[in-house]
């Protein structure tokens, strides 16, 4: 079921066009990634669909709603943490939650999400001394307090250290597990493949692919390659046979195999009919990156 529908969305600033022709539809319970570079145009789209920006053309559906027209009623359905949301210095995190809570008819429980959110120990602290990746949680706890069925999560991770990056994932997780559906936009490649179930890359504005994280790069990169040491010699033809295996080369005393599909699954299946043991055996495919590469002509982060 679609909870969020974009077609033919088109904004533009002056002589700048941010969004140009985008479409997409979000699933219930899904974590949905928005990724491209900077200035690709996922900030503007996402705030159409949050109803902080009127599209110049095309349509957005949230919820069955319209979200210009039905801004009061989608603001009690969708959360949104936009980029850089900043507080004032002073007020602390219960403070903070307790005044959003009050903005909604059905808020959560402040003081649980403080703990979900792992900001117990700051629930005094005033914001100017949280650090980064505690603004980031309390900022996720913000767009939550409300109960909401979609979150709009907008470059949660910039600026976090690795460790903080990847709590702040499993965080994410959990909210998407919860029943929440999510849509994140993230410049970040290892992001989105980790954390997306589905996600459309755009790139000047545009959609250039629309798919799973495996998804995307099984269609513009389908060969997988192979390695391993066999334990006893192995007589290519018993790979060339395969219908998966497109080639078989040796390096040194590595066996090389090519292959599309469920290779690793019908060449390890072999050998072990044959009573041959796989060692040192590595699976080598092609990256998100590289399928951005393949899709747009430049690199993600250049
Ligand atoms: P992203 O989120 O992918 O970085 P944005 O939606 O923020 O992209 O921006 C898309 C394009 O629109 C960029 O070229 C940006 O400079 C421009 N832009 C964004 N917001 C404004 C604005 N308020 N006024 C003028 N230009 C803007």
Not at 240 to 250: D, N, Y
């Amino acid at each position: 079921m679609a909870v969020i529908e974009v077609t033919n969305l088109h904004k533009r600033y002056g002589e700048t066009v941010a969004v140009d022709d985008v479409s997409f539809s979000v699933t219930a319970g899904e974590i949905f990634g928005v990724l491209g570079p900077n200035g690709a145009g996922k900030t503007t789209t996402v705030e159409c669909v949050a109803g902080l920006r009127v599209p110049d053309g095309g349509g957005v559906s949230v919820l069955g709603l319209d979200p210009r027209r039905d801004a009061t009623r989608l603001r009690q359905l969708v959360g949104v943490q936009l980029q850089e949301s900043q507080l004032p210095d002073r007020l602390r995190v219960t403070e903070a939650l307790e005044l959003y809570a009050s903005f909604y008819r059905n808020p959560a429980d402040p003081a649980r999400l403080i703990d979900e959110l792992g900001l117990g120990a700051k629930r005094n602290t005033p914001y100017e001394k949280l650090s980064g990746g505690q603004k980031q949680r309390l900022s996720i706890a913000l767009a939550l307090v409300g109960n909401p069925k979609i979150a709009i999560l907008d470059e949660l991770t910039t600026g976090l250290d690795p460790q903080a990056r990847r709590d702040t994932w499993g965080l994410i997780e959990r909210v998407r597990d919860s029943g929440v559906t999510v849509v994140l936009v993230t410049h970040f490649m290892e992001e989105a493949e980790r954390l997306c179930d589905r996600l459309a890359v755009i790139d000047q504005g545009r959609v250039v692919a629309l798919d799973s994280p495996a998804g995307l790069v099984s269609a513009v990169a389908p060969e997988q390659r192979i390695r391993f040491r066999p334990s006893a010699p192995v007589d290519d033809r018993l790979l060339t046979e395969l219908p998966q295996v497109t080639a078989v080369t040796r390096s040194g005393t590595q066996v090389v195999v090519t292959g599309t599909g469920d290779v690793l699954h019908a060449v390890t299946s072999v050998l072990a009919r044959n009573q041959i043991i796989a060692a040192d055996l590595r699976l080598e495919q092609a990256t998100l990156d590289d399928a951005f590469v393949e899709l747009t002509g430049h690199r993600l982060n250049d």
